[in-house]
């Protein structure tokens, strides 16, 4: 099963709002309301910022927010801030009752 | 709190057979999938599979199958990684998570572990 596909990169000023775009096919975005994003700042271990496209685990701002139209899911940060900066992975479950990660987003505040 | 607390760093080499652990507490082990994403050096998560401890039914990516051997050991509350035989391309970090989600396997990972670093290194 192939990744799904994200930006390399996204970058936006304090304040502003960036979306993070994740693609995928009829296998897993497409059939399934599935989609998570996690968080990974450099050393540490992912965390689960976004579940089923649109939910948010307790604890999690709510300048994180998901959502999906057809075969592309988008994270979207507003009022974006320093402590942001990371990678970002989206992932699906798939038709084969497997999950299957994006190949990751590194957001930059400028 | 949910915790999963695992094995410390490995350096291993080339043919040689390898088992990291993961133990959980916090939760009802034995309802709750729990399963491995590896990150090699400078790269993305890959989910490699996980096993439900209640019945010790273990699911592969096929990237993965034949490669690894998950197992689960319910009176410690422990998830095995197991490789036969290392190769160098194994070199990784390899994080336990727990599954969750009402499709079948689980559909998120919402708890982490604080990785296991692999080397494999003649």
């Known amino acids: 099963q192939s990744a799904l596909t994200q930006p390399a990169s996204v970058s936006g000023s304090p304040g502003q709002s960036i979306t993070i775009s994740c693609t995928g096919t009829?296998?897993?975005?497409?059939?399934?309301?599935?989609v998570s994003w996690y968080q990974q700042h450099p050393g540490k271990a992912p965390k689960l910022m976004i579940f089923?496209?649109?939910n948010r685990p307790s604890g999690v701002s709510n300048r994180f927010s998901g959502s999906k139209s057809g075969n592309t899911a988008s994270l979207t940060i507003s009022g974006l801030q320093a402590e942001d900066e990371a990678h970002y992975y989206c992932?699906?479950?798939?038709?084969?009752?497997?999950?299957?990660f994006g190949k990751g987003t590194k957001v930059t505040v400028l | 709190e949910v915790q999963l607390v695992q094995s410390a760093a490995e350096l291993k080499k080339p043919g040689e057979s390898l088992t990291i652990s993961c133990q959980a507490s916090?939760?009802?082990?034995?309802?709750?999938?729990t399963g491995w994403v590896r990150q090699m050096p400078g790269k993305g998560l890959e989910w490699m599979g996980s096993?439900?401890?209640?019945?010790?039914?273990?699911r592969y990516s096929p990237s993965f199958q034949g490669h690894v051997t998950i197992a689960a050991d319910k009176s410690t509350s422990t998830v095995y990684l197991q490789w036969r035989s290392l190769k160098a391309s194994d070199t990784a970090m390899y994080y336990c998570?727990?599954?969750?989600?009402?499709?079948?396997?689980?559909?998120?990972?919402?708890?982490w572990g604080h990785g296991t670093l692999v080397t494999v290194s003649s």
């Open positions: 998570v727990r599954q969750v989600g009402i499709a079948m396997g689980g559909t998120h990972f919402d708890y």
């Open positions: 916090g939760y009802s082990f034995s309802s709750h999938f």
């Open positions: 096993i439900y401890p209640g019945d010790f039914d273990a």
């Open positions: 009829s296998s897993d975005v497409i059939p399934y309301n599935y």
């Open positions: 089923d496209v649109t």
């Open positions: 992932s699906s479950y798939t038709s084969r009752s497997s999950v299957v």
